[in-house]
């Protein structure tokens, strides 16, 4: 069952503009995390919140949670044309099992 | 750095065909996940495994099996490819509940 909903499904901005792309889920979650991916390429780990936080940085990134709303966000400042990429948010409900959204694709133009 | 590994980026069957995809990992990590990703889809969980010999079904175990003799290695089965399983297939392993590291994926297309 699709627990990680990401939307919008596509995002076009321009280099320097924040992009910000939310995340719906549906049962109680363990955590919640951010990953990346390059065309064609694995997936590469973000940033993950668990579910006591509300907010967490890393660099340029930012993630909320609202565990009320069963919703998160991930936010990318100052995005940089490198950005581009699919954006997947995937819910950690027990055992180590991660249930994945269908991406974000982010476009970042120069 | 965690390295995940599968032993091939394309590869290309025929229907019938039994196929072996190969995944390691070189950091001791518990746990190892096939996925499949397809357009519009996402990634859907194949099967898992917390254990060497242990495997548990995901969410599409249907027409794959895995074999997980070996703490770094999991392998991935169609033990007689169909078209419908064209699709790139990733490999992830974690410790615990802590994040999932990817390999490159591989890119299976069943002619």
């Known amino acids: 069952s699709q627990q990680g909903e990401e939307d919008p499904q596509a995002l076009s901005i321009q280099e320097g503009e924040n992009a910000t792309m939310n995340c719906s889920y549906k049962?109680?979650?363990?955590?919640l995390q951010w990953y990346r991916q390059n065309s064609g390429r694995g997936l590469v780990h973000l940033i993950l919140?668990?579910?006591?936080?509300r907010e967490k940085h890393s660099g340029r990134l930012r993630v909320t949670l609202d565990t009320s709303k069963k919703s998160s966000s991930l936010l990318i400042t100052a995005s940089r044309a490198a950005d581009t990429a699919s954006y997947f948010c995937?819910?950690?409900?027990?055992?180590?099992?991660?249930?994945f959204g269908e991406g974000t694709q982010l476009t970042v133009n120069p | 750095d965690v390295k995940v590994t599968q032993s091939s980026r394309y590869l290309v069957k025929r229907t019938g065909e039994k196929v072996f995809l190969e995944c390691v990992q070189d950091m001791d990590h518990e746990n190892m996940f096939w996925y499949r990703q397809d357009p519009g889809l996402g990634l859907r969980l194949i099967y898992f495994s917390y254990d060497v010999k242990m495997k548990e079904k995901g969410d599409i175990p249907e027409g794959y099996s895995v074999s997980r003799e070996k703490k770094e290695r999991f392998s991935l089965i169609l033990e007689s490819a169909s078209t419908n399983q064209t699709s790139m297939y990733l490999c992830?392993?974690?410790?615990?509940?802590?994040?999932?590291?990817f390999g490159p994926g591989t890119r299976l297309t069943v002619l």
């Open positions: 992830a392993s974690s410790l615990g509940t802590w994040e999932q590291f």
């Open positions: 049962t109680s979650i363990n955590n």
């Open positions: 995937a819910a950690e409900t027990s055992g180590s099992r991660l249930t």
């Open positions: 919140i668990r579910s006591n936080q």
